[in-house]
């Protein structure tokens, strides 16, 4: 059993915990144990054994005593390394910041899941500042998608050891950011669920940003339950109040309109055959063309992305000095892209980004939005680590999806739905507006089991 904890969601972990079946000591040993045997050194950038031991500890001594912080209490989770952990540098993906000071305190997320009892086991390897959708980096090595049988494939990114950690079952859950679908694009890539919240549901300090009015976060986990649990901790709740909804006359938006251009065949007919099936439990589907869609990629070919501009106020003066050198020349030369857009650009793509947002907020409504999260399954990586072209072409394709729902502040649950070409996992997108997390979540539980089919 011990070698399994890792493997479990957190429901079910936490059902052994709470029942005093298992101790969360002998879960963090058991743990920390399974990842040091994996195979693949790249999915952890750190691991925090003495923390997580000590954490581990005072969740045992609380539920001998009667005194259990609830259903996480004793649950370890792993951080993507851009989320400040006390007493560690936050590399996020970089080398060029691993000399930096240590952090002084948790990001506040961190210290509200400390607060709620759950086991900070390690920092999980992204793309250097967290900028790409594939989850290759180049100082601290690619992780493997576990799911792939036949080459290395990408793990998506940017949180790409926190995808990798879940879905190969190193632990029951592991937090991410999104700020053009690095939550999401992993969670499908690696056939486990993500969830990215609405921008500003939880606090972002103490979190390395890459562009402010995109950023978000999110749990990878294994079922839409685990991150409702997870948000409800996130959020101080001691339970979470979100409870499926009934999924007849539940009212599914399906866009004609860019989301399904060059999708491949296997990810179209596996979302294809989850809408059938949705369908046929009494769901709403109708199918509109969303006009922000195109809008929006016109809107970045004559301005600009936003956060390309974003990402390079943040990092202008690393890319004038030396330490450009030491960065990932693929991620240097996507941020020195946002020195084309200039102020008047750059304001013009907020005062867009408000229209659109009102416009798309009118034509959808209520409505759930549904499209593949991703339109192709993973790649293999050595060609993408070869070819600068082809890296660069596969990063747009594998981010187009993901990014109209940040442009767009929505929030977003991906449910794997099957497999494409060579096997590979698919994700199923099913977004709302903004703010409408609660409604998004009651959904995606009525939703999952439908979504999954013979996959649940």
């Known amino acids: 059993m011990t070698k399994t904890f890792g493997a479990m969601s957190v429901a079910q972990l936490s059902s052994l915990i709470q029942t005093a079946a298992v101790d969360p000591i002998e879960v963090t040993d058991a743990v920390i144990d399974g990842i040091e045997a994996y195979a693949d050194r790249a999915v952890f950038t750190a691991i925090l054994k003495e923390r997580a031991r000590n954490e581990a500890k005072a969740s045992s001594k609380r539920l001998k005593e009667g005194r259990s912080r609830g259903m ?6 792993a951080w993507k390394d851009l989320f400040d952990i006390k007493d560690r540098t936050t590399t996020a993906g970089s080398t060029v910041l691993a000399s930096g000071p240590a952090a002084q305190a948790d990001a506040p997320v961190v210290a509200t899941l400390k607060q709620a009892g759950m086991v900070s086991i390690g920092c999980t390897n992204m793309s250097e500042f967290a900028f790409s959708g594939l989850g290759i980096n180049p100082h601290y090595a690619t992780p493997h998608n576990p799911l792939s049988s036949d080459v290395p494939r990408i793990p998506g990114g940017s949180s790409s050891g926190a995808g990798v950690a879940v879905a190969a079952g190193l632990v029951p859950v592991a937090m991410g950011t999104d700020t053009g679908g690095s939550v999401r694009i992993p969670a499908a ?38 991150a409702v649990w997870i948000d409800a901790g996130m959020r101080g709740a001691a339970v979470p ?8 006359g539940l009212d599914i938006v399906i ?36 006009p922000a869609f195109d809008e929006i990629l016109a809107l970045m070919a004559k301005y600009g992305a936003l956060v390309t501009a974003e990402a390079f106020a943040l990092h202008r003066e690393r890319l004038a000095g030396p330490q450009a050198a030491d960065m990932d020349h693929r991620v240097v030369m996507r941020i020195r892209l946002g020195e084309k857009t200039t102020l008047s650009n750059y304001l013009a793509i907020l005062e867009a980004r408000e229209t659109l947002i009102a416009d798309v907020e009118r034509l959808v409504g209520q409505s759930f939005v549904a499209f593949p ?34 442009f767009l502040d929505w929030c977003g649950v991906s449910i794997p739905c099957g497999t494409g070409d060579a096997n590979m996992p698919a994700g199923f997108l099913l977004s709302a507006v903004g703010k409408r997390d609660e409604a998004l979540l009651s959904a995606a539980l009525s939703a999952e089991e439908v979504i999954r089919g013979e996959f649940i």
């Not at 996480?72 to 989770?77: E, N, S, T, Y």
């Not at 007919?269 to 099936?277: G, K, L, N, Q, S």
């Not at 680590?385 to 729902?405: I, P, S, V, W, Y």
């Open 72 to 77: 996480l209490d004793g649950v370890p989770i």
């Open 255 to 290: 866009p004609e309109n860019v989301v399904f251009d060059g999708a491949e065949a296997g990810v179209l007919a596996a979302f294809e055959t989850a809408v059938d099936w949705l369908a046929a439990e009494g769901a709403s589907i109708s199918r509109i063309k969303i």
């Open 189 to 226: 890539f690696n056939g486990i669920v993500g969830y990215k919240a609405t921008r500003g549901r939880y606090p972002m300090a103490g979190v390395y940003p890459l562009a402010k009015s995109l950023d978000s976060l999110g749990p990878l986990s294994r079922t839409v339950q685990d």
């Open 373 to 406: 999260t991703v339109a192709h399954v993973a790649p293999p990586i050595a060609p993408l680590e070869a070819d600068d072209d082809l890296f660069f072409a596969t990063n747009g394709k594998t981010l187009r999806n993901t990014m109209l729902g940040n």
């Open 241 to 248: 109040s979100i409870v499926a909804c009934p999924l007849k």
